[in-house]
DNA sequence: TGAAAATCTTTACACTGTAAAGTTGCATAG
DNA sequence: CTATGCAACTTTACAGTGTAAAGATTTTCA
């Protein structure tokens, strides 16, 4: 529990905490573990007694995202009764609140550093949390009308577009409040409309 | 016109070709200027000559693949008549089509270093010429069902989806053929099919 | 208390993007 | 036909990157 020179104390804390720091207002193409360890105040290489690697830094900062964006949507959907559709698209808005939220966060999530690790099994149980969620309204939701949608098949389409409104909010190239587009939540609201569980 | 040592006659378009063939099969996260500039047999400060910088390469790289992708929907919608939902579904078929078969360039394309570009006039028209196409056919199949939804609405409802499925079947993230989904041809169009108009 | 293990630093290397200055060859004006 | 200027290239240089290897320091535990 030293705040010596030598032996930090939580260095491995510390590092995340300044990853996420770096990442968040510097983004994710120009963060390096070099600036990540001095504003942790260690040296270069000091990383590599707790981490594999970069990617592994990466890695453990995407999992806590997956858990946080997970989190963001239990929170939008809860005031909703299950089974409802609001329910649903609290699911939705959750998800593309955290994105653009968390813009730099969530392209690393989602992007190809990442993606190369999804052997790394705590990354891919994380993620695997946020379309649990989804899918189990889903469910609930088909289930609710009657009918006998492949749920698989309506669990991916509902994922498949909160998750396509994200990026490309993200992008720039979907732009809410714009070009005949309301703003973010009703636009949101409206694209869950869409979706026809029959 | 010469293949001396110096003047290397067209190098422009042999350093784009160098770094589309790295970009395929080296991934968008290793692709290095000098790598490109080494396989077009040129130094390593060479296309600077015809590049402001890194960042106008993949710019470039970027444009030209937005024009595949629209070909791509073109050529998948083309055998269907304008006006039927084939005609739509033929155009996401495209769309995943490209994205699958041309995963790194389709990150690319979509990734954080490009859209930070999005300033750059002949890369937005480039990319909006795709949207172009999902949108107004999105608007014949919105009149010929003779209802008035908001046509940007739909419009967005289906790019998102369209993008939503490429990117998380490129991130592995949704297995066609597994875990319940059928192949990824069936499931776009059953995708597509949950997308009501009305 | 001593030895091993964990955590950190220093040093080193190959690789990256790119600025600056020098070299070469082509084009065009005299 | 030559000279001059310009475009395309090379060489050199530098700061920044990831990370391997070896050394220093502290903690832990037998």
């Known amino acids: 529990m030293a705040k010596n020179s030598y032996h930090h104390g ?16 510097s983004g994710v ?15 270069a290489t000091a990383p590599y007694s707790h981490f594999r ?4 830094v990466l890695a453990e900062l995407a999992t806590a995202g997956f858990d946080e964006l997970a989190n963001s949507m239990e929170q ?3 005031p909703h009764p299950d089974y409802s559709e609001a329910h649903l698209e609290g699911l939705a808005q959750g998800y593309v609140n955290f994105a653009v939220q968390n813009p730099a966060l969530f392209q690393l999530m989602f992007g190809p550093t990442v993606s ?4 790394s099994a705590s990354l891919v149980t994380a993620g695997t949390r946020a ?16 009918n006998q949608s492949d749920t698989h098949i309506a669990a991916a389409a509902a994922w498949s577009m909160v ?3 994200s990026t490309l909010l993200l992008d720039g190239r979907l732009q809410a ?22």
Do not use: W
């Not at 690697?53 to 592994?56: G, I, N, R, T």
């Not at 969620?133 to 009308?145: F, G």
């Open 116 to 119: 190369d690790l999804l052997s």
């Open 53 to 56: 690697d970069k990617q592994a």
């Open 177 to 198: 409040g714009r070009a005949g587009l309301p703003e973010q939540q009703q636009l949101i609201s409206e694209l869950c409309g869409m979706l026809k569980f029959a």
């Open 163 to 165: 998750h396509g409104i």
């Open 29 to 43: 193409d120009s963060l390096s573990l070099r600036k990540i360890a001095k504003m942790a105040g260690v040296s």
């Open 76 to 78: 939008h959907a809860q």
């Open 131 to 146: 379309y649990q969620l989804m899918e189990s309204a889903v469910v609930q939701r088909i289930s609710t009308a009657g």
């Open 10 to 25: 939580n260095l491995r804390e510390a590092l995340l905490q300044a990853a996420r720091e770096l990442l968040v207002d």
